[in-house]
């Protein structure tokens, strides 16, 4: 089994749309994938309908988060989306991404960037705006050369120049709501230095006492060393760890499938979910 357990849609951040986004996976070769948007489960519904044959879909979301002033994205699986308390908490994120992302776009044209804000709202779409839609941006103006230039402090990294804050949950408490809605938790990305500053191993330990299920190991933006280390860190915890694309379509240059989970740990997150169940394909439009 191939599985990839996080990749986005344009829901959020994303470029192929939910429906695409199911296809190009059974076009991979894949087995199973999750459908993990930012703060939104606004993208499942479309996604269950388009699933073709041989094909499981996870239903979950990447949680805003932030510990000590560090972001922290907090993967969610098979939880109950109706939750009341969990939903409450993604609406809250959400409602606050624009103007977060409209004081970004201030920030830069004070900068002396020549973007506006129907550039950025074009760019997303119906998704979650954020800050891959306003790197985009910058890549269509020639700022930097790439999305993930953007990310720096220059531009768009936590702190950077051109940086605003949002509303984001505590850690601790998204391990709780999503615990309490029947879902299972992954730390992603949790050492993807190359964005910014991570939290210390110790505050790992701690989310792992507070019922933290696993974390993200093989990532692209985590090297050879990285993966060893937090591989140890995940035994010393007993976390599960897992492995995934972060799959964004063109907005970044991962492919579906290019770190995959072992189907044991896969196995083991479906048995510890409660809210929700995996999805198999019935065979809808993307496979017709």
């Known amino acids: 089994m191939r599985i990839d357990l996080h990749t986005h849609s344009t829901a959020s951040d994303g470029t192929d749309t939910p429906a ?52 922290v994205h907090m993967l969610g699986y098979l939880f109950d989306p109706d939750e009341p308390e969990l939903a409450r908490e993604r609406e809250l994120v959400r409602d606050d991404r624009t103007p977060r ?37 910058l890549v269509e103006l020639g ?36 615990k309490a809605a029947g879902g299972v938790t992954v730390f992603a990305h949790p050492a993807a230095v190359k964005r910014g500053q991570c939290v210390p191993e110790a505050a790992i330990a701690a989310l792992a006492a507070a019922g933290l299920d696993g974390i993200e ?20 915890l007993g976390l599960l760890t897992t492995g995934s694309s ?9 492919h579906l499938g290019e770190y995959t989970t072992d189907p044991e740990i896969y196995g083991e997150i479906t048995r510890r979910a409660t809210g929700a ?12």
């Open 217 to 236: 190991v093989d990532h692209m933006d985590h090297d050879t060393g990285a993966r060893a280390r937090l591989r140890g860190l995940a035994a010393d």
């Open 20 to 71: 695409e986004l199911v296809r190009n996976a059974a076009a991979a070769g894949l087995d199973v994938i999750a459908l993990t948007d930012h703060d939104t489960v606004a993208g499942h519904a479309e996604a269950i309908a388009a699933l073709p044959h041989g094909l499981t879909l996870v239903t979950g979301a990447e949680l805003s988060c932030r510990l000590d002033g560090v972001g």
């Open 277 to 288: 169940f995996p999805v198999p394909g019935a065979g809808g439009r993307a496979g017709q």
């Open 143 to 178: 700022v930097v050369p790439t999305v993930s230039d953007a990310f720096t402090p220059d531009w768009l990294a936590d702190g950077g120049r051109a940086y605003a804050e949002k509303h984001e949950l505590d850690p601790f408490d998204a391990i709780r709501l999503v």
């Open 101 to 137: 992302a409209q004081a970004m776009v201030g920030k830069l044209q004070n900068l002396g960037v020549d973007i506006t804000w129907e550039r950025v709202a074009r760019i997303a779409g119906a998704g979650s705006v954020g800050r891959p839609h306003i790197a985009t941006a």
């Open 246 to 254: 972060d799959y964004h379509g063109s907005r970044k240059t991962c």
